[in-house]
């Protein structure tokens, strides 16, 4: 291997560091302590500013790299930009052979032989795929999350993968929004811890070849744009970004993440990528953030259209100026940067802040001592899709089901002696249930719902399609089309219902009717499945519906009719497996949702951390003067943080081991929860907490703690939180997280509709 690098004298990394740690500290640098910065400074020091500007370009792939290369148009300039050191990472490379040979023209052909990047959208997986992070989400278990990304990780890393685009820690509160499936929901707390178990899972203790730089998106607001439509405007108040939108972002720093994109929107009317208060007063100054920020695909480009930028020109000064440090697919820094230094419209500290973030980067990962470190076919053929993957992901996906609803214990199912109708498209695919955002996996992998089923041999099972969801084969760059008329397959799903003992309809939306540009205004169930449902009512009653979707919907006729529900979502390669094991009780559900479905898509955006309003509620039933609906209820259909289990929960005997709490000090809250039936479960205890009254108007609730706890038939368990100034701190009026004397109410219970609370007091 040659290393250009080591041409100009650059140390290596034992050495840099046996010198930094044998000089005496009162004389060292701020670089010399750091031996990774010292590293940075050296070879920045080797670097001209065209190559600088080089490290800030991001190209996507763009040939076939291990066939020959392009010798003209776009494909050809790319390509010998590389060889002359001008791109600093690549996207959508993938494969350790691709990766080498790429990586060998960076490494062993450019001057300086500096590394590249190249990242991946390893969203929840690579070719073994877990359920969508939403579902995810659902489990409440940040162990199984940590060791899916860890899974993630690992395969994506053999396949040359350096640098995943993920975790997505938009809070959003508006189901149209089509990549609610790529988050964690709506609530903060839930989202900030959920967010450190997948850094600390795709990243791991160390920078070893089984982990992968994490990226935390999109810096910030998306979740919060407009009518839940894509890429649309934001328009947040102070409040609500400190409160709701940023605590993910912040546990992520905390967590160590090493890179940061920037999102699509506008925020305060200025677009993210050209938001200098977002990233370079908050997230590199206020948060101490020592990475760096890439662009979303083209967005610094998209400043253009925004209004915001005249030209490519003007809107790389802005981007750069603002601290994007890396440009995604809008060749505005490559082609003007190095202009805009010349004329003193960017200066050349603000290029090397950016190029030595994306250096310290690569130094973390340890491709300057091996660019190839990612490169092993041989570890990528023993790597992919091992069994220990396939049994991950098969527990996350049974973590991950919520049971909706289950009327007179329809489930589960009886092992043998019934007749089964199964109904439904969606029940016999294999490629919807990897879900969307799942780019790295094979069309037709995933084990579909009646794969699963078959796995029980005890039941006589009949298969009808009913209806289609989708018209054609669904492509992720096409937007998928919904079946609006073919009601063909009506009567033999009819006559398979009407011979049955129980029917069984897999109904939702195809694994690509979400995710990004598939916003929906509409979000029952879409075509003609709502239709189909109630045709095989009329044919028997005796429903279990299982619901696979990538976000809440609209389910008010099925909530009220249909005595059995299941929230299966997209749940990845061991999808039918996971969904059969519950069916049967061989695994307990111990999902809660993480999402509110709302009875009707007018109440959106709608979520459980509401705040009162002046008016919100009245006793005169004929009055028409408060906040309400005059045709649907203000309550959700399924609130946040609900679900169901085979086993029964009781909650009592809720405590505070005090009644008021000062400066440094705590409360303990305890509650017994008792399993009072004759099956073993799981469940997600919560705690929520609502501040009375403060400088800035609080939400009703807000979650602040939960705990899952395993509890045996017949047995109580004590289950304990602690109260503390960490607790009930927020972003005040005073525009500063900070606590406030006052008083507050606990609840404590299965879901955020819980009724058992106290209350205590805070003085400061």
Not at 281 to 310: R, T
Not at 391 to 404: E, F, H, P, W
């Amino acid at each position: 291997m040659k290393n250009n690098l080591l041409k100009y004298g650059l140390f290596t990394f034992s050495l840099a560091f046996a010198i930094s740690c044998g000089t005496p500290k009162a004389n060292l640098t701020a670089s010399q302590k750091d031996p990774i910065a010292q590293r940075v400074d050296s070879v920045l020091k080797l670097m001209t500013l065209e190559e600088k500007v080089g490290q800030m370009n991001q190209y996507n792939g763009f040939y076939d790299v291990t066939g020959p290369a392009p010798s003209e148009g776009e494909a050809s300039k790319k390509y010998e930009n590389i060889k002359k050191g001008l791109v600093g990472s690549m996207l959508n490379i993938r494969g350790a052979k691709e990766v080498r040979a790429m990586q060998k023209i960076a490494v062993e052909e450019t001057r300086l032989g500096i590394p590249m990047l190249f990242g991946f959208d390893v969203v929840h997986g690579y070719k073994t795929v877990s359920p969508i992070p939403l579902a995810e989400a659902a489990s409440w278990d940040l162990e199984a999350m940590k060791k899916s990304a860890e899974i993630a990780a690992a395969e994506a890393a053999a396949a040359g993968l350096n640098w995943t685009f993920a975790p997505m820690v938009d809070i959003t509160r508006d189901a149209r929004w089509g990549r609610v499936m790529e988050g964690a929901g709506e609530d903060p707390y839930l989202g900030s811890q959920i967010a450190i178990a997948r850094v600390r899972g795709f990243q791991g203790d160390k920078f070893d070849e089984f982990h992968l730089a994490a990226c935390t998106k999109h810096f910030a607001g998306y979740g919060f744009s407009e009518s839940g439509r894509d890429y649309n405007t934001v328009d947040v108040s102070e409040n609500t970004l400190h409160n709701i939108i940023l605590p993910p972002f912040k546990a992520t720093v905390d967590a160590g993440v090493l890179t940061f994109m920037n999102s699509f929107n506008e925020l305060e009317g200025i677009p993210a990528t050209g938001n200098k208060y977002l990233q370079r007063d908050l997230l590199k100054g206020e948060w101490n953030f020592n990475g760096f920020v890439v662009s979303d695909w083209g967005s610094v480009a998209e400043m253009i259209p925004h209004g915001y930028a005249k030209d490519l020109k003007e809107a790389s000064m802005l981007a750069a100026n603002a601290g994007s440090d890396m440009d995604m697919e809008s060749y505005g820094y490559l082609n003007h940067l190095v202009d805009l230094v010349k004329e003193g419209k960017v200066s050349e500290d603000k290029i090397d802040d950016s190029v030595s973030r994306i250096l310290r980067v690569k130094f973390l990962l340890g491709l300057f001592d091996d660019p190839y470190k990612y490169c092993d076919e041989a570890r990528e053929k023993e790597t992919t899709g091992k069994q220990e993957f396939q049994d991950g992901v098969l527990d996350m996906a049974k973590k991950s089901i919520v049971l909706l609803k289950n009327e007179n214990d329809l489930l589960p199912l009886k092992k043998s002696g019934q007749r089964i109708a199964i109904i439904g498209a969606l029940a016999n695919d294999k490629t919807s249930p990897l879900g969307s955002w799942r780019i790295g996996a094979d069309d037709n992998t995933a084990v579909s719902f009646l794969e699963g089923m078959n796995m029980y041999k005890g039941n006589q099972i009949t298969y009808e399609n009913g209806a289609d969801v989708a018209v054609g084969l669904p492509k992720f760059v096409e937007q998928t089309k919904i079946n609006m008329t073919d009601k063909s397959g009506f009567d033999k799903a009819f006559a398979a219902a009407k011979n049955a003992d129980v029917v069984i309809m897999v109904l939702g939306e195809h694994g690509l009717q979400s995710g990004e540009g598939r916003s929906r205004a509409e979000i029952g169930l879409p075509g003609v499945q709502q239709e189909l449902l109630e045709t095989v009512f009329k044919a028997n009653k005796n429903i279990v519906l299982v619901l696979q979707n990538g976000r809440p919907l609209t389910i008010p006729w099925a909530a009220k009719n249909i005595p059995a529900i299941v929230e299966a979502w997209h749940l990845g390669t061991q999808s039918g497996h996971a969904i059969a094991q519950v069916l049967y009780g061989d695994y307990n559900p111990s999902g809660k949702l993480p999402m509110t479905f709302p009875r009707n898509v007018g109440q959106l955006p709608i979520y459980y951390n509401y705040k009162n309003t002046g008016r919100p509620s009245t006793d005169n039933p004929e009055s028409v003067f408060w906040s309400h609906y005059n045709d649907v209820e203000n309550t959700p259909q399924y609130p946040f943080g609900f679900g169901l289990s085979y086993s029964k929960f009781e909650y009592s005997n809720l405590k505070l081991d005090k009644k008021s709490f000062a400066k440094n000090g705590t409360i303990t809250v305890t509650v017994d929860v008792k399993n009072n039936s004759k099956v073993d479960g799981k469940e997600v205890v919560q705690m929520y907490i609502r501040d009375l009254v403060a400088s800035v108007t609080r939400p009703v609730r807000e979650l602040k703690g939960f705990e899952m706890t395993e509890i045996k038939a017949g047995e109580t368990k004590t289950v304990s939180f602690e109260i503390n100034e960490k607790t009930i701190e927020f972003y005040t009026a005073n525009k500063k997280w900070e606590v406030e004397a006052g008083d507050f109410q606990v609840f404590v219970g299965g879901s955020s509709m819980a009724t058992l609370q106290s209350d205590f007091k805070y003085s400061n």
